[in-house]
């Protein structure tokens, strides 16, 4: 099965979620992910996006899911791959790549 192109984002806050205080940064899960995506699935296409959920942003989709998190108290970071929320607070790698599965990623 060939891959799709995947788009993996972060929505996330430069201050840690009140409840994930304990817990890695936004920016410190984006760049885990992106490197551990990175490494299961080499030379297969995917895209990974930082959201700051207090910042504007001029895709309008984006925009709406980062008021979203904001408005429904969600957890953040929060990981949606191609619209769907596969992780919040702390997200785990299984549930991830499960999802980047689903569009055809093959482990090396």
């Not at 760049?31 to 700051?52: C, G, H, M």
């Not at 309008?60 to 408005?71: Q, W």
Request: proline fraction near 6%.
């Amino acid at each position: 099965m060939q891959s799709t192109e995947v788009e993996v984002c972060i929505y996330g806050a430069e201050i840690v979620c009140a409840s994930c205080v304990n817990l890695p940064s936004s920016k410190d899960t984006y760049d885990w992910l992106e490197a551990a995506i990175s490494r299961k699935y080499p030379n297969q296409p995917f895209a990974i996006t930082y959201v700051d959920i207090n910042e504007p942003h001029t895709d309008p989709e984006k925009a709406a899911f980062a008021k979203r998190v904001i408005e429904e108290d969600l957890f953040y970071p929060v990981v949606v791959i191609n619209g769907e929320i596969v992780g919040e607070g702390n997200p785990k790698l299984k549930r991830v790549f499960e999802e980047m599965e689903k569009y055809g990623f093959c482990a090396s």
